[in-house]
């Protein structure tokens, strides 16, 4: 990914307050460090800095072992992280162009989103509640980088939401040909970021009630500047509910408090905080439907999916599992244009299939902790019985649907969908599954064959390298 190699040596600024702050602690004061940090919580440029900073270090020196803010500032210094106030550049609200409010809007939710994930880790008593208030502040990375320095291209991206009335994912994928969440979890690798925040934008890790956790609370966040009173909205505020133990009008409250508590801390940005819409109440009669469309239909693009098959047909057996099965996501989300692709792998007591690489799940956490029980019988045990597949239509709703879990139909929430099972040396490994998600985004005969194609040269890999180790 260009962008990448182009975001990774750029520098994020310091916003006023924080270096006014910084300025005026001294070292000679008790938990000078603490304070520190404490001073920087509602800018990201100065958490990054550091982050990057402990990144950086040779391993040996412990920094991979650094989970907190604390930690690292501890690792680089106080003089080192105070002299930052005077070496890096700060940003001027006052005067702030489009490209410096694009990134303070961004700022401003990824805030709110991080103030909800504290306060739920201290609900949860999580013995390290600052990592996810961390975690969930670096989450919007990618998007605060572009706003930074490619302020052209997601000027475009605003005009495609405006002009065009398309969705944001689907701007992204037309302007840059990938997501920003993509960018964010490559900038986090790049930069060797904490192992949680790297967790928390990786779709699979859903199933870790700690990662969930802060996944959830940038869903709300996100779903919050679009429309508090979304029918994804009541969606979202019931897993809440769920996770923290609480009755759904008590997690309603809990969550608007601290929204407006995170918009009291954070006035000064000059954005509009999520908590200002909340007012906003549709009038009855609306039906719900003002918000932005989270899902899209993607255009296939053959010629990408034709690079896959290549790339894997040559070099296939000297590539690992992750890098295999990311080019297998690449093709059948960029070059079959399905919005959501997941290979489930067996579980050692053969009872389930759960996500091990996804694609096309980004602002879905819920999704990502996809799980198939085999047992009762249903459709999928019998897939895992040989090597097959399926594709469920309007042709063969009426004998497969009764097979299906309800639990797997209130997950999926839709009645199309592609699943092919995987075998090597005769022996069931996992299975893939992939659909358009909604009903407007029809699955078709050809991606079905090229789908089915794409998993039997997948699952011929896996076979063949398992062959050369042994």
């Not at 920003?180 to 009630?209: G, Y």
């Not at 959830?216 to 429309?227: G, H, K, P, V």
Request: some cysteine; glycine content about 4%; overall charge negative.
């Amino acid at each position: 990914m260009a962008w990448v190699d182009a975001l990774a040596e750029k520098p994020f600024p310091l916003m006023q307050p924080t270096v006014s702050a910084m300025q005026a602690i001294d070292e000679s004061e008790g938990s000078s460090i603490d304070r520190l940090c404490d001073s920087m919580l509602h800018d990201p440029g100065a958490i990054l800095n550091i982050l990057r900073k402990v990144g950086g270090m040779p391993r040996g020196r412990l920094s991979s072992d650094v989970t907190s803010l604390e930690g690292a500032a501890m690792l680089i210094g106080f003089s080192s992280v105070r002299q930052m106030a005077s070496s890096m550049e700060v940003l001027d609200n006052v005067d702030a162009s489009e490209q410096i409010r694009g990134y303070l809007q961004v700022t401003s939710r990824a805030f709110h989103a991080a103030y909800q994930a504290y306060d739920w880790a201290l609900r949860r008593a999580d013995m390290m509640p600052k990592e996810a208030f961390v975690a969930a502040f670096m989450h919007d990375i990618g998007k605060m980088a572009m706003w930074l320095h490619g302020g052209k291209e997601m000027q475009q991206i605003k005009e495609l939401r405006l002009r065009e009335k398309m969705p944001f994912d689907e701007a992204q994928y037309v302007v840059l040909g990938f997501s920003l969440e993509q960018l964010s979890l490559e900038l986090a690798k790049r930069w060797r970021l904490s192992e949680m925040i790297i967790d928390v934008l990786t779709p699979d890790m859903a199933c870790n009630h700690r990662i969930y956790s802060v996944m959830l609370a940038c869903q709300l966040a996100r779903l919050a500047d679009e429309n508090w009173y979304s029918s994804e909205m009541q969606a979202c505020l019931e897993h809440i509910a769920t996770y923290l133990g609480l009755d759904y009008s008590a997690t309603v409250h809990l969550v608007h408090l601290n929204a407006v508590d995170a918009a009291r801390e954070t006035a000064y940005y000059g954005a509009i905080p999520a908590a200002n819409l909340l007012p906003l109440i549709p009038v009855p009669e609306v039906e719900d439907d003002v918000a932005e469309p989270r899902h899209f239909c993607l255009t296939p693009q053959h010629d990408v999916y034709e690079q896959v098959v290549s790339e894997i047909q040559a070099n296939g057996e000297a590539i690992n599992l992750n890098e295999l099965m990311g080019l297998v996501m690449k093709g059948l989300h960029d070059g079959l244009g399905l919005n959501r692709s997941v290979f489930a792998m067996l579980s050692q007591d053969r009872s389930s299939v759960r996500a091990r690489y996804l694609s096309g799940t980004d602002n879905d956490p819920e999704f990502s902790q996809f799980e198939l029980l085999l047992e009762p019988t249903n459709l999928f045990t019998h897939l895992m019985k040989k090597q097959q597949s399926v594709w469920i239509s309007d042709t063969n709703r009426d004998k497969f649907w009764k097979l299906i879990p309800d639990a797997f139909k209130e997950l999926i929430k839709t009645d199309a969908f592609y699943a092919s099972s995987v075998f090597i040396n005769d022996k069931p490994i996992g299975l893939f599954y992939s659909d358009r998600h909604i009903t407007d985004c029809h699955l078709d005969e050809d991606s079905y064959q090229h789908f089915k194609s794409l998993v039997h040269l997948a699952g011929a890999t896996l076979e063949k390298q398992r062959a050369t180790r042994e």
